[in-house]
């Protein structure tokens, strides 16, 4: 099973509001990636979480705020976002470690449109 | 630092025609390829990959081999079908430099529309 959970499908959120994105993956993989990716464009790296932690925060603003509560479960707090974070959020992950190809699967995405 | 480039879409084909999508990379070390597929409206799915040289990945008809002489991973089908229409992205994992993971660099991606 190589199967990576995203909720919700779809989000419509006002710029004052404060919504989370959640993402689950079962196939015991130690390391979890967040992607925006605009229309016709390629998924862009925001955050990795390796063993439950930050690894990498790609220069994003303060209103994403990552947060891996185990190893299989990653979520995304937003919080006064602006029109143009409109985006399909991906989450992703691989098995982790030192070695391996480092295969990421990703989820089916949230679509989120800000008001 | 490492690059992956792709060919201008849209390509557009009918139905049982012969698919190339061509990718060439630029990194060092020993990246692994991957060819991913995004149906529209979806997340990206793996299609396929190859983790050193002189590999084939396949998958649902498609291929791909590892080439390390000329920096290829060119993607293939022998005949396309109206299904197969999707946005097709190639992307290479650089060697682990940071603990726990491996950055993917994806090419711009190929939009590629079948007709009946």
């Known amino acids: 099973d190589t199967e990576v959970t995203q909720t919700p499908k779809h989000l419509v959120m006002g710029m004052t509001n404060k919504k989370s994105l959640k993402c689950e993956q079962h196939?015991?993989?130690?390391?979890m990636y967040w992607y925006k990716q605009k229309a016709k464009k390629p998924p862009e790296l925001m955050f990795v979480y390796s063993y439950e932690k930050l690894s990498i925060n790609e220069s994003v603003p303060s209103r994403f705020s990552p947060e891996c509560p185990n190893s299989s479960l990653l979520n995304l707090h937003l919080h006064a976002l602006q029109p143009e974070d409109s985006a399909l959020y991906l989450c992703?992950?691989?098995?982790?470690?030192?070695?391996?190809?480092?295969?990421?699967?990703f989820g089916p995405g949230t679509r989120l449109l800000v008001l | 630092g490492n690059s992956v480039t792709q060919m201008e879409g849209p390509v557009t084909l009918s139905e049982e025609a012969f698919l190339t999508i061509n990718c060439t990379y630029t990194a060092t070390g020993y990246p692994s390829l991957f060819w991913y597929v995004q149906y529209p409206g979806e997340g990206l799915q793996l299609l396929l990959k190859a983790t050193k040289a002189d590999d084939k990945g396949s998958n649902k008809g498609f291929e791909a081999t590892y080439r390390k002489e000329t920096t290829s991973f060119h993607l293939e089908k022998g005949s396309v079908q109206v299904s197969d229409s999707a946005v097709y992205f190639c992307a290479l994992s650089g060697e682990n430099r940071e603990t726990g993971f491996q950055k993917l660099v994806f090419g711009t991606g190929t939009r590629l529309l079948v007709s009946p």
């Open positions: 992703a992950s691989s098995q982790g470690g030192t070695g391996g190809s480092g295969t990421q699967y």
């Open positions: 196939m015991g993989h130690r390391a």
